[in-house]
């Protein structure tokens, strides 16, 4: 375990913004977490996962801690379901295939989130109708002061929509060491209603789906959308879908007609933020070195060397112009550092 200085974090995050890192630790085992925590934690540190849900606004002056836990186990397993242990380090897409190689169901509308194991909880990662939450059983984490390794059960963490208590009363109090899931092994409950997935099922001429093809039909809509961020930088999703009232989204729908949406509860509407930022004009729209993707407009994109605080001046902007003209609140999905 090696502190090394001054590095460059462009290669750790998917913007492929260039912020410089005063210290930098590559984290391989949980010793060695808890080892650098009981010398570090009175000092700053900035947790780094997959890199894929933040923008870099500025250089990282602390310690990074970059966890690459790695390990994926089965736990125990009954003849309809199986308890896997996946590490908080291993790529969340290299697990999603890895379920599948072992046709273990749940997660194959998840195919293709960028990302960590360990960071995924914390967002409640979710895509096409399917959430972390609903197959999530537990996640183990280290108390930051103490060192400690706690489990959180799926009550402990207060999954909402992007949200839990990760991102609210215990940020930066726990690191996610691993997560366990509960996965179907026969009978595969398949969730084919969201999005494109049956029209993109139909084209591939697929009439009885597997997970493997549900995952692949995600896998060929998400190509088709979002820019691959080792050719342009990107983080993804940056803005969540609104959810608002019954009674607003009936305002909203007498000057637009067309706005597509989908119900949350008897009062309450979730609306597409891509539409409204596609309809303020938006989409495909570059300034200098950066801009919305042309295919997706929930993408900012960096093309090259722009800063993340450009990107995230851009995104202020967008924010601003969709509550001028819809009256919507629109929030980030990204964490902006």
């Known amino acids: 375990m090696t502190i090394e200085k001054n590095v460059s974090l462009k290669p750790f ?94 997660i194959e509308n998840l195919s293709l989130i960028p990302g960590n194991v360990g960071t995924a909880p914390i967002q409640n990662i979710g895509a096409y109708g399917v959430e972390l939450k609903d197959v999530f059983v537990s996640c183990e984490a280290m108390h930051v002061e103490s060192q400690t390794l706690k489990t959180f059960t799926k009550e402990d963490c207060k999954f909402d929509y ?53 995952s692949e039909a995600v896998i060929a809509i998400r190509q088709s959308k979002l820019p691959d961020p080792k050719e342009i930088g990107n983080s993804g999703s940056f803005f969540k879908n609104p959810i608002i009232s019954k009674a607003q989204f009936e305002k909203l729908k007498k000057n637009f007609p067309e706005v597509p949406s989908y119900k949350v509860s008897d009062e309450s509407i979730k609306v597409p933020a891509g539409w409204l930022i596609e309809k303020a004009g938006f989409k495909g729209k570059r300034f200098n070195d950066y801009g919305v993707h042309n295919k997706q407009a929930l993408v900012l994109v960096n093309y090259g060397n722009a800063k993340g605080s450009d990107i995230y001046d851009m995104a202020l902007l967008i924010k601003k112009t969709i509550k001028h003209i819809f009256d919507i609140s629109i929030e980030t999905e990204v964490n902006i550092i």
């Not at 998917?14 to 808890?34: H, M, P, R, W």
């Not at 947790?47 to 849900?53: E, H």
């Not at 839990?164 to 084919?192: A, D, R, W």
Request: with cysteine; glycine share 8%.
């Open 162 to 214: 992007r949200e839990s208590i990760f991102k609210q009363e215990l940020k930066g109090k726990y690191i996610i060491t691993s997560v366990n899931f509960e996965l179907g092994k026969t009978s595969h409950k398949l969730h084919m209603d969201y999005g494109a997935i049956k029209d993109q099922l139909k084209l591939s001429g697929v009439t009885n789906p597997t997970i493997s093809d549900v």
């Open 13 to 106: 995050n998917t913007f492929g913004i260039d912020a410089k890192a005063t210290s930098y630790c590559n984290i391989s085992t949980v010793e060695e977490l808890k080892s650098i925590l009981e010398q570090q934690y009175k000092n700053p540190f900035f947790i780094l996962g997959g890199g894929s849900n933040m923008l870099l606004t500025k250089d990282i002056e602390a310690l990074v801690l970059h966890i690459n836990l790695k390990g994926i186990t089965v736990e125990s397993e009954t003849d309809d379901k199986v308890i896997v242990k996946a590490m908080a380090g291993e790529n969340w897409h290299d697990f999603v295939l890895w379920c599948l190689d072992n046709n273990y169901g749940g």
